[in-house]
């Protein structure tokens, strides 16, 4: 993996972990740091080695938001150029086709909170506390918080954080399905990997397509959705993943997803 100023990656066994470097700003998120993120996760999706990415903060924070110094003096056309680099980022993160956890350690506003919505998975620790408190800055969120906050947590919790600009505590944020778990800080970041290993033990091509389905139907009508959820059943079928699966249920022992 490449040498990166603003990210330290490491690799756990089948778990990835990618911690955001930044903590004297509490890991804001400036140009530098997006195009680092892009360059590791075009590096990352090479490494076949690896099912599931867990993601998190150095320090007290996940991360604080776009970087507000950077942003201070930018044009309208540089704010677009932005908000676009950052769609471009957290994309890749929502495609990526293995399983993505927010490991939410602490502070997670504005794009910091973009970020989490664009994982798959959001667990939070008791520290942390989640929003969208851009309007208070005088803009709107940049990076997909109008749009993902409103398909996670539905339209009316979306309006009322991101017109008010709260910034709720972690237990508010399970209640409104922000985030689906929350944990003590102490055990936080053992709960979460042992969260991504039981994952990494399932069958890898299955999780993928589970994914690719579920990401599917929420840009689709239900009809498509349902439609690309049979064929990819079908396509798991002709994998060898699949008669791994079967058999191993059928002899009473744990599926070999090496065996070919
Ligand atoms: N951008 C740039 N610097 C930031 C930052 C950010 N988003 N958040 C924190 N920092 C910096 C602070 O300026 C401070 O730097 P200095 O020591 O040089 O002053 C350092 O990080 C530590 O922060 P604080 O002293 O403020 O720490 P705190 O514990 O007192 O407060 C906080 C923590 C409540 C998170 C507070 O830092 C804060 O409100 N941060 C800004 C949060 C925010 O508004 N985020 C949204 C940004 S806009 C956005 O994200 C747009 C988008 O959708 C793309």
């Not at 089948?14 to 903590?23: A, C, D, E, T, Y």
């Not at 599931?52 to 309208?76: P, R, W």
């Not at 506390?129 to 851009?134: S, Y």
């Not at 091509?205 to 929420?218: E, P, R």
């Amino acid at each position: 993996m490449g040498d990166f100023k603003n990210l330290v990656y490491e690799k756990k066994g089948l778990v990835g972990v990618l911690k955001i470097n930044r903590p004297e700003v509490l890991n804001a998120l400036n140009s530098e740091v997006l195009v680092e993120m892009s360059a590791f996760l075009d590096e990352f999706e090479q490494d076949k080695t690896v099912r599931v990415l867990v993601i998190t903060g150095e320090g007290k924070a996940f991360v604080a938001g776009a970087d507000i110094k950077a942003m201070h003096s930018m044009t309208q056309l540089e704010g677009r150029e932005f908000s676009m680099l950052g769609h471009s980022v957290f994309s890749k993160i929502e495609n990526l086709s293995i399983p993505v956890i927010a490991a939410v350690n602490g502070f997670a506003l504005g794009g910091g909170c973009e970020l989490a919505m664009a994982c798959d998975i959001r667990w939070a620790s008791e520290k942390a506390k989640m929003g969208q408190p851009e309007v208070g800055l005088g803009i709107t969120p940049g990076f997909g918080g109008t749009q993902r906050l409103a398909r996670i947590c539905g339209p009316a919790i979306a309006k009322e954080l991101i017109f008010t600009g709260a910034v709720i505590d972690a237990n508010r944020a399970r209640e409104i399905g922000l985030v689906t778990n929350v944990l003590p800080l102490d055990t936080f970041m053992d709960e979460v990997m042992k969260l991504a290993e039981q994952i990494a033990s399932q069958g890898p091509v299955a999780v993928t397509l589970s994914k690719a389905a579920i990401n599917k139907g929420f840009d689709s009508t239900f009809a498509t959705g349902a439609m690309y959820e049979s064929e990819v059943f079908g396509l798991c079928m002709s994998h060898p993943q699949a008669k791994e699966g079967f058999s191993a249920f059928i002899e009473k022992r744990k599926a070999d997803w090496n065996k070919e």
